[in-house]
Each structure stands twice: as structure tokens, then as C-alpha cells.
């Protein structure tokens, strides 16, 4: 099957044939059917900028139904995802967007890159959360990036920031209400938006801001209540130990009943 894309953790194939378009039928009135494309989730895992490489026995599975769970939640929550439904227990299908080329990152407590940075303890409690954006190029190591340059560079306009920012402290504040009925607490995580694609729509036209790429324990921080046990991709970074465990028991809660 032809890739449209593969990264490090996921695979893009093309969605159904155009006339099977499970969306049509959504807006008979125009020509604006979004196009959908179809993500698959492999078990492999990089970390520091893909210098190290492993495989997580049933990552794929856990990362592509925990997103799915939490693009529906967002989505019933007036978020608006890329996120169309789950195809199977390693893929679902998404409306296709153009990514920007920015990594949204929220901080709730100070780890990891910030902790490093700014020389502070990890686990510390910001007083309010964090947006920061990292540039989207491995060859440069996503570096860090601020918002004047993000202008400048044209990777957005001002409106598609403001945009940007206010769905990813929104995201933050839903996502960790949902954790915490899950006794889990929401460290930090990355987000990737995109702007959809229609196939009516001007070249150069800009396409609305959707939350699109994954939520995962890959892309989040989550450590156990009280504990303070690390539930997420740090276990695989840091040789923890307990690296399928800690994704099959995220999975498990997800699926769960909360419990408040
Ligand atoms: P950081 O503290 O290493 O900058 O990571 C912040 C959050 O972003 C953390 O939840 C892990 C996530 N993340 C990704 O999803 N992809 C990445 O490439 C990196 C570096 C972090
Ligand atoms: N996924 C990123 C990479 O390979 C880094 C990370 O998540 O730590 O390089």
C-alpha cells in the first residue's frame, strides 16, 4: 500500500477512494468535503531526537485507541481534532490537514526539557500552565522557539497563534480533569495542529486550526496520584523498566469508568 507519509511512530495512507468518502453526505450542500486520510501507529520509539531506538511490544495499539478516546473527548468538549473514527485496533482516519510545523507544548510542573533549561527540580507546580513552542525540525532538534519568530518565519499568521494557544490551554484544562478521575496527573504534554484541507478551497487560502498528530503516553507526562510513579514515554527514556506495563495500564484507565 502507497506511504503518503512515515514518521517515527506512525505510517499515512491514503483514506478510502473519493465516492466512498465517509464524510460526504456530512455537507451536502457544498463542495467542501474535507479528505481524509488513514494513520497507522507502529510500535516503534525514539527518544532524543531519534538517537535511541527500541520497539514497545503494543505501543501502536495503546497510542492509536488512547488518542482516539481523548480526540473524542476534546471533540465533545468543543474542540475541533482531525479525528473522523477508529479503523481498527492500530489505525484510524483522519481528515487531512497541512501540520505546522510547531510542537505545542503545555507544562503544568516543571520536567524534563524546562527542568534542564532553567535548572529547577522536576515536580515542582507552576503557578499557572506553560505554552511553549518548539520548532518542528529534527535536522535542527526542534528547537525551542518564540512566538516573534514564529511571525516572522510565516509559520503562522497572528490570528492562527492566538488560535493556537487558546485551544492548547483549553485542551490542558479538559485533559487534566479527565487524568484526574483516572488518578492520573497531566505533567506536560505536545500538541500538533494543522489547517484542514478541503479540495474546494484556494491554494492559498488558510485552512481552519484543528488539533491533529496524537495524545499519547508518548507526547504526555503522566505520573500516578500520590506517587508520583511516571506512567509515559520518561520510563522508555530514562530505562525505567515497566515500559509496556506502564502503557497497557494508561489504556486500562482510559477505557475505565471514572471513578469521580
Ligand atoms: P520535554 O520536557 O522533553 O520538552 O517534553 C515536554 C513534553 O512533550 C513531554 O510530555 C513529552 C513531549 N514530547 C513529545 O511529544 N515529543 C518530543 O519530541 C519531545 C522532546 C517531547
Ligand atoms: N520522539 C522524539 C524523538 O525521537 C523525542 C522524545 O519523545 O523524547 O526523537
Known sequence: MEKLYEGKAKVIYP????????????????????????????????????????????KGVVNNQVSAALFRYLEAHGIPTHFVRQLSEREMLVKQVQIVPLEVIVRNRTAG???????????????????????????????????????????????????????????????????????????????????????????DERGAIVLADEISPDTMRLWEMGTGEKMDKDRFRRDLGGVEEAYQEVLRRVQAEPSA
Open 113 to 203: 526539557s524546562f527542568a534542564r533549561r532553567y535548572g529547577v527540580e522536576e515536580g515542582r507546580v507552576l503557578p499557572y500552565p506553560l505554552v511553549e513552542f518548539s520548532l518542528k525540525n529534527d535536522a535542527l532538534g526542534d528547537p525551542l522557539i518564540y512566538d516573534d519568530a514564529v511571525l516572522a518565519l510565516g509559520l503562522v499568521n497572528g490570528s492562527e497563534l492566538a488560535r493556537i494557544k487558546e485551544l492548547a490551554l483549553k485542551v490542558n484544562a479538559l485533559l487534566k480533569a479527565y487524568f484526574a478521575q483516572r488518578n492520573l496527573e497531566l505533567v506536560d504534554f505536545k500538541l500538533e495542529f494543522g489547517r484542514l484541507l478541503h479540495s474546494a478551497a484556494p491554494a
Open 15 to 58: 483514506g478510502p477512494e473519493a465516492g466512498d468518502d465517509p464524510l460526504s453526505g456530512q455537507s451536502p450542500s457544498g463542495p467542501v468535503h474535507p479528505r481524509v486520510v488513514r494513520v497507522y501507529f507502529k510500535d516503534d520509539a525514539t527518544a532524543f531526537n531519534g538517537q535511541k531506538r527500541a520497539q514497545i511490544a503494543g
